[in-house]
């Protein structure tokens, strides 16, 4: 039953007093307290993206059972298709209670992947849980999960990634060691987040302090499914073994292994209990949006037969590899194609690979040092395969307005809550991040070093560079500033609900 706005202020007031005295849930049984929402969904929470290709469906999923998608949490492998979702950072201040409320109340409600394929089966609210190794120990987990980048913690991880040390870093994240955990709420409004978090914050009460919230959105109109940079995001993502039944032509298929831990393709041991689990990295990734576009148009290179604004779309595409539109420049660099884009069985067929031209110095279809191609370099490292993650961020903030736009200087926060889940993160975004984005070297065996990825390849806070920007002068570099400075984040676990039931809360 939906809770009325009446009852749910009744009830968080009744919740102050009860938490201003410090009081645990025992003394608030019989309280009226927010109550989980349990009406049917007719309506999906998700959103259906063109280009993304829909979700596998259920009835295959389990029939194909090699996977329990009972039991790994949704966020895990559902991508970057959620309408709206909140990141609730937290601190447990009473280990004993808050794994009271989690087994006898929480962990009933937290989202599988089999729920989430369903929209009859999709709660009003999804909702995952993730701990950092901080939270692990504090809830007396002393198990090593064998992941040294996980249990040293982001902040520890800074450098490596190319921040500028914690410099910019939302406090939070800096001081990790009371960032215990981290609850993702998605719905299509923010009014069901909002009652689903007063209700958790009504079970858990006292045990557990709320240190920061992020709350994301998928863009609106015609902007849906764009990254805030305006380019279509989420379309290349990993085809798991036992969930992505029959990849598309082009994606990437993985032993699940590689996002799952324990599943087949993980070469790491680790104790039983972490089985279908993940790590997830979180990053707030703030864009400065005026002056990246301002960077494109002032420093677009005319291109042969087309206009200015033509020549600025392509030098955009240049940087990212895809049109705004999300179609490839691989296989279409000097004219946007809508209809490929759309098209999950044409966006992602493309290998960097074109038979008559050379392979080594060849920059005219896509740059080396292209963002999708320095994340996933295709043919140009076919045993990069296995460095894949699952992406699953959603923008956060307002809508650049025309203003701020002419103006030329971002006045506000916004940007991506990233998301990368992935079994090792040594293997996963952390090698992304490092090895590929920030190498200049990466991509290797060409005619030229390709220079940094000019959208998230991260140079300390300085300055990067990339060749092969502009067509007609494939080895010229151009130096680019700082368009996304990191504002920090943590690396956490996702364990499988049967973990939290059977090993966490107890
Ligand atoms: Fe990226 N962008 O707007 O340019 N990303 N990314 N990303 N990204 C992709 O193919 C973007 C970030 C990957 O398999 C697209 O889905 C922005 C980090 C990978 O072909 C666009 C930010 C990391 C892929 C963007 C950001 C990655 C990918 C094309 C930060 C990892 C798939 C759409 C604000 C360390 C590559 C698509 C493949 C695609 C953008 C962050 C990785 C448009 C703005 C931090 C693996």
Redesign the pocket.
């Known amino acids: 039953m939906l809770i009325s706005p009446l009852f749910l202020a009744a009830a968080i007031s009744s919740l102050r007093v009860a938490s201003a005295d410090g009081s645990a849930l025992v003394a608030r049984q019989g309280t009226e307290l927010p109550g989980p929402l349990t009406d049917p969904r007719v309506t999906s929470m998700l959103a259906d993206i063109p280009g993304f290709g829909p979700l596998p469906n259920v009835t295959d999923v389990v029939t194909n059972a090699t996977l329990p998608v009972d039991d790994i949490q949704a966020d895990i492998l559902v991508g970057?298709r959620k309408k709206k979702e909140r990141f609730y950072f937290f601190k447990i201040n009473n280990a004993t209670l808050f794994k009271a409320g989690l087994h006898n109340t929480v962990v009933a409600e937290i989202t599988s992947v089999k729920k989430i394929l369903t929209v009859s089966t999709q709660p009003q609210v999804a909702v995952n849980l993730a701990f950092s190794q901080a939270g692990l120990t504090k809830l007396g987990k002393t198990d090593n999960l064998n992941d040294t980048v996980f249990s040293a913690g982001q902040a520890a991880d800074a450098n490596f990634l190319g921040d500028p040390g914690t410099n910019g870093w939302e406090p939070t994240f800096v001081a990790t060691s009371s960032l215990h955990g981290v609850i993702l709420l998605a719905s299509d409004t923010t009014t069901l987040i909002d009652t689903q978090v007063a209700h958790l914050e009504a079970v858990w009460g006292s045990s557990i302090t709320k240190l920061y919230e992020l709350q994301g959105a998928i863009r609106p109109g015609a902007e849906e499914g764009?990254?805030?940079?305006?380019?279509?995001?989420?379309?290349?993502?990993?085809a798991v073994f036992g969930f992505n039944l029959v990849p598309y032509p082009g994606q990437?298929a993985v032993p699940a292994g590689i996002i799952l831990t324990g599943e087949a393709g993980d070469t790491v041991t680790r104790p039983s209990w972490t089985k279908d689990g993940s790590f997830m990295?979180f990053?707030k990734?703030?864009?400065y949006v005026p002056e990246f576009n301002n960077f494109v148009v002032s420093n677009a290179p005319p291109v042969a037969n087309k206009t200015t604004a033509e020549s600025i779309a392509i030098f955009g595409s240049r940087?990212?590899?895809?049109w705004k539109s999300?179609a490839?420049i691989d296989k279409t660099p000097l004219v946007d194609d809508p209809v490929m884009a759309a098209d999950p069985y044409q966006?992602?067929n493309f290998d960097f690979f074109h038979l008559l031209s050379n392979f080594t110095s060849d920059q005219s279809h896509c740059p080396f040092a292209a963002?999708?191609?320095k994340?996933?370099p295709?043919d140009d490292l076919p045993t990069g395969a296995l460095n894949?993650?699952m992406?699953a961020?959603i923008p956060y903030g307002p809508e650049p307005s025309n203003s701020e736009l002419t103006n030329g200087a971002t006045t506000q926060d916004r940007?991506?809550a990233?998301v990368?889940y992935q079994s090792q993160i040594a293997q996963g975004?952390?090698f992304?991040?490092h090895s590929?984005?920030n190498t200049p070297t990466f991509v290797p065996g060409k005619n030229v070093q390709p220079g940094f990825d000019p959208?998230?390849g991260a140079n300390a806070g300085n300055d990067r560079w990339a060749v092969g920007t502009d067509i007609a002068n494939p080895t010229g570099n151009l130096t680019f500033p700082v368009?996304?400075k990191s504002n920090g984040g943590e690396y956490f676990f996702v364990p499988s609900i049967s973990a939290i039931r059977d090993t966490l809360s107890v």
């Open positions: 970057m764009h990254e805030m940079f305006g380019y279509k995001d989420g379309i290349a993502q990993p990437l990295a990053r990734l703030r864009q940087l990212v590899g895809r999300g490839p966006n992602n963002h999708i191609r994340t996933r295709r894949t993650i992406r961020g940007g991506l990233f990368a975004f952390q992304l991040q590929w984005a959208i998230i368009f996304i």
